[in-house]
């Protein structure tokens, strides 16, 4: 029995670049609140937060940068090399993120809760968990990401693979394990399978729903628009829809592959895709940096929708802030600032979690537009 009230907790958990954030996903698209502990970890010693004193107190100086903030690399590489400078640094992190957990999944309106975290059978949170699911990778692919995604070095990203070790004694532990070593189609098949099997119906059925309806009135050009979430299972209709309007043959694959790292909201007329919106909720930052519009289609009410859509979701999953990303001629309309989004440069943000999502998803030539969606932070300075 979980920790928490009326939720059934899934604790998800593998070594490293395995490709749980991947599962994390595809669980979130099937109705679950995902909880990033790594992340949080990373927003613990972030500058103004509760970890970072007592890291400086700790390791000394040297491990910040010139800004001031601590150079995780660098304290990641010290860690990973030594057992007992890891154990020092966990007994400063691990309880200000078991409390972060703790925050919010209490106050998620989810029934089901995922909680990713590296770490999670070698501290406390798995004893929160209803079911622990493992994700297990062959090494080379483990190697692959680490390098590609991560910009590690070879040498490096060997040797926090092999500092993890055999990942046998997590799969004993396990009772789900996902072998993410296939397709994005291959994995979602077994998510969906141990999901269906493991959670009980009770739990699944609490499905939230990320929808706007058109409050125009009957007879308006927008009269049947509904704005809602898309899954997996429409990949073929956005696939189409984006090769119509990108210029370019977009397959059903590549629109499942991009279902592990983002959602798409679907403005519909009737059946008929009108408008679509990329939409990524990561470390509780949301992020929009697809947007497509049919040409018959009128930016002022469509865009309305389509945010009214997306916060709503956005802040169901507690995020703090709202970032969009525009080609600069969209960009320039006054209705952004009526929507209370706002211009701003990537050093014009508060926290370095926001700076870190900005850089990660802002592409060339794009313009930052940045909405706040709650004021209350979950790692609050001692």
């Given at each position: 029995m979980s920790s928490w009230p009326n939720k059934f907790v899934i604790g998800l958990t593998g070594n490293i670049a395995t490709g749980k954030s991947l599962v994390r996903k595809m669980l979130e698209h099937l109705g679950a609140?995902?909880?990033?502990?790594?992340?949080?970890?990373?927003?613990?010693?972030?500058?103004?937060?509760?970890?970072?004193?007592?890291?400086?107190?700790?390791?000394?100086?040297?491990?910040?940068?010139?800004?001031g903030e601590i150079d995780r690399r660098k304290l990641g590489r010290l860690a990973f090399a030594d057992p007992t400078i890891m154990h020092q640094l966990e007994e400063i992190i691990h309880p200000l993120v078991r409390q972060a957990v703790h925050l919010l999944a209490r106050r998620s309106k989810r029934a089901v809760i995922v909680i990713e975290?590296?770490?999670?059978?070698?501290?406390?949170?798995?004893?929160?968990?209803?079911?622990?699911?493992?994700?297990?990778?062959?090494p080379e692919q483990q190697l692959k990401r680490l390098v590609s995604k991560r910009g590690l070095s070879p040498t490096d990203a060997r040797l926090r693979i092999t500092m993890q070790g055999d990942p046998k004694a997590k799969i004993a532990a396990a009772d789900v394990v996902i072998y993410n070593d296939g397709s994005f189609e291959k994995t979602w098949e077994q998510v969906r399978k141990a999901w269906r099997l493991v959670v009980p119906e009770q739990y699944r059925r609490a499905r939230p729903s990320t929808m706007a309806r058109s409050r125009a009135a009957a007879g308006s050009v927008t009269a049947h628009w509904v704005a809602k979430k898309a899954g997996p299972k429409d990949a073929a209709a956005i696939a189409e829809f984006l090769s119509q309007h990108t210029g370019r043959q977009v397959r059903r694959a590549e629109v499942l592959a991009a279902f592990g790292e983002k959602a798409y909201l679907a403005l519909l007329d009737g059946d008929q895709v009108i408008g679509l919106l990329g939409w990524q909720v990561e470390n509780l930052?949301?992020?929009?940096?697809?947007?497509?519009?049919?040409?018959?289609?009128?930016?002022?009410?469509?865009?309305?929708?389509?945010?009214?859509?997306?916060?709503?979701?956005?802040?169901?999953?507690q995020c703090e802030i709202a970032l969009l990303f525009l080609p600069p001629?969209?960009?320039?309309?006054?209705?952004?600032?009526?929507?209370?989004?706002?211009?701003?440069?990537?050093?014009?943000?508060?926290?370095?979690?926001?700076?870190?999502?900005?850089?990660?998803?802002?592409?060339?030539?794009?313009?930052?537009?940045?909405?706040?969606?709650?004021?209350d932070r979950v790692m609050q300075p001692l």
């Open positions: 609140y995902g909880i990033d502990a790594d992340a949080l970890a990373h927003r613990a010693i972030a500058k103004g937060a509760p970890g970072y004193q007592p890291l400086v107190d700790t390791f000394g100086q040297w491990i910040l940068r010139p800004d975290a590296i770490k999670l059978l070698e501290g406390e949170l798995h004893k929160h968990c209803d079911s622990i699911w493992v994700v297990v990778a062959p930052v949301a992020r929009v940096n697809e947007w497509y519009l049919s040409p018959q289609v009128p930016l002022e009410p469509a865009a309305k929708m389509l945010l009214e859509a997306m916060e709503a979701g956005s802040r169901e999953l001629d969209l960009a320039r309309y006054s209705l952004w600032q009526q929507l209370d989004y706002h211009r701003k440069d990537v050093s014009d943000l508060t926290m370095r979690a926001w700076q870190e999502a900005a850089r990660e998803s802002q592409l060339p030539h794009t313009v930052m537009l940045v909405k706040v969606l709650r004021s």
